[in-house]
């Protein structure tokens, strides 16, 4: 927390609030002072959630006070309690897969944009879980910039999806957009997905949080790394240790892609969560010429996994097919992660 004294604060009064600081900080020794543009400014180390700021601001003498704990209190990196971490790192098992996100293992998520009929979903499925995903993706439930493009197949996707699940032996993830599906989508998928759009419902993130099911987190497309990491923490506050980021891009000023992918963020994330965090390709360059490269780039600079998309024929697929990869483009794509993964030490 820190304190900044007016200009015309008095010594009594700034005697006073430097009193009550080191009465309230973890430590008397905490409590810090330095002038900034000829104020006083006093930093302390806060006592928990004990101190709260309303009791300095009310003191005759103070300017300002800034809570300075980070908003992403259980996400932050010495904050998740010890059974949800290894070394530092939160692990998320997904128990019908066989894997655990954030272990070490490099996991691949892939499927199509949106889920169309069975045949192609159960071939996707087939197909991906051959060349080595683990986890089948597939959107029943599709957020659309336009009210009118194809918004997805609904419950009937849904059942598409338990279906592949079952006949192919491969997890799902895939999205819930409105707290009151949370639960219903819960019950088929493995992994419930939050998506960009969604990123800032509240209410949604809330209903994820109290499921006992993993989540998968997208960057909103104008996000913050706080307020993506302050989203994850509405979802641990209501009691699911089990959040995967996912980095999908985010819009900035450059048009020669759909978005800017930041794999810079992935070592950033080291240092401020045990969060696991994958990355999507696919939304991020909207090309499926640019996903092999960018998907590589990701296992190179730390990622947990991938969340790719694949079509069976991507010129006929409904949504999103101009960056979806063919199943031959995928089974080389995997290849290639295989032996750079080889290479590093880790495991697809």
């Known amino acids: ?20 600081a080191r009465e309230a900080a973890d430590r008397p020794d905490e409590v810090s002072v330095e002038t900034r543009d000829g ?25 300002t006070v800034e809570d300075a704990r980070p908003i992403y209190r259980l996400a932050g990196i010495d904050q998740l309690e010890a059974e949800h971490a290894v070394r530092g790192r939160t692990l998320v098992e997904v128990p019908y897969a066989g894997v655990t996100i954030g272990s070490g293992q490099f996991v691949v998520m892939a499927g199509p944009c949106a889920v169309e009929n069975d045949q192609d979903i159960l071939a996707t499925a087939r197909r991906v879980r051959r060349a080595g995903a683990r986890i089948l993706r597939g959107g029943a439930f599709k957020p659309r910039t336009s009210p009118y493009s194809f918004q997805g197949t609904g419950i009937e996707g849904l059942e598409m999806l338990a279906r592949a699940r079952e006949e192919v032996g491969i997890a799902v993830v895939t999205e819930a957009m409105e707290p009151a599906a949370v639960e219903m989508v819960g019950e088929i998928a493995d992994i419930i997905q939050i998506g960009s759009r969604n990123m800032h419902n509240y209410p949604l993130l809330r209903a994820a949080g109290r499921q006992n099911k993993p989540v998968l987190l997208k960057r909103g497309m104008s996000a913050t790394l706080e307020e993506w990491l302050g989203a994850a923490e509405y979802i641990l506050n209501e009691g699911n240790p089990n959040v995967v980021l996912c980095e999908r891009g985010i819009r900035t ?18 240092e401020r969560t045990t969060l696991p965090v994958i990355i999507d390709p696919s939304h991020a360059t909207g090309a499926a010429g640019r996903v092999p490269s960018m998907a590589m780039a990701a296992l190179a600079a730390g990622a947990d996994g991938l969340l790719i998309e694949v079509h069976p024929e991507p010129d006929r697929a409904l949504s999103d097919g101009f960056q979806a990869l063919s199943f031959e483009i995928f089974d080389a794509l995997m290849s290639d992660l295989g032996r750079i993964a080889a290479a590093v030490g880790r495991e697809i």
């Open 1 to 20: 927390m820190r304190i900044l004294l007016s200009p015309d604060a008095t010594a009594r009064e700034a005697g006073e609030v430097l009193r009550l």
């Open 39 to 63: 104020r006083m400014l006093i930093s302390m180390t806060a006592n928990g959630e004990s101190v709260d700021p309303a009791m300095f601001e009310r003191l005759a003498g103070v300017e």
């Open 253 to 270: 000023f450059s048009r020669h892609s759909r978005h800017t992918l930041d794999i810079g963020v992935i070592p950033v994330l080291r």
